[in-house]
């Protein structure tokens, strides 16, 4: 078996990345106001696309015991260079916002949870561990959501049946050409 490469490779500084929220709510008003407080605190950029919000319902009843029913997801990508080692940060901001918008028992009102978009994946920000999680910092996970192939962003066995769906793998198929080259 011959080996590749010979010696140590020099580290590299990751691909150009755009961030991205994902909401969900029961109300998109509220939802887009927090991912806008988010965006602002974080300097995430304007928005420059958005996912129309989808019913969550058909995905899975999991947060329906905390949030209620009729919830909605979508997502917005904004237009900032995103670095993305800096995602552990953004997903502590998430949570600040989410607390912050929470209702007086302190159920959450709206679920932020921040990613990245590069030329090759959509990575997600998540507090749970899981055996295809990688920690990255004190108790935040990254995800491998999505890989670009066959000419267009593809699920995993993983992957969250809405981010499987074709409206949102549709969305990070059109938003691909606004990634900095």
Do not use: C
């Not at 304007?46 to 995905?59: K, Q, V």
């Not at 709206?110 to 295809?132: E, F, I, M, Q, S």
């Not at 910092?137 to 992957?159: M, N, Q, S």
């Amino acid at each position: 078996m011959q080996e590749r490469g010979g010696g140590a490779t020099e580290p590299r500084a990751p691909s150009f990345a755009l961030a991205f929220v994902a909401t969900l709510g029961s109300d998109p008003e509220e939802a887009a106001r927090a991912a806008a407080a988010l965006a602002a605190e974080a300097s995430l950029g304007g928005a420059a696309a958005r996912l129309e919000p989808l019913p969550f319902d058909p995905f899975t009843a999991y947060y329906e015991a905390e949030m209620g029913r009729g919830l909605l997801r979508s997502i917005v990508l904004f237009d900032a260079p995103f670095d993305a080692p800096s995602l552990p940060g953004l997903k502590r901001r998430a949570i600040a916002v989410e607390r912050a918008v929470s209702a007086a028992d302190g159920r959450r009102r709206v679920n932020l949870d921040p990613g990245y978009l590069t030329l090759r994946k959509v990575v997600l920000a998540t507090t749970k561990d899981a055996a295809h999680r990688v920690a990255i910092a004190d108790g935040i996970f990254a995800e491998l959501a999505l890989a670009f192939r066959d000419g267009g962003y593809r699920a995993w066995p993983w992957t969250y049946p809405d981010y499987a769906s074709a409206p949102v793998t549709a969305f990070f198929d059109a938003a691909r050409p606004r990634v900095p080259r």
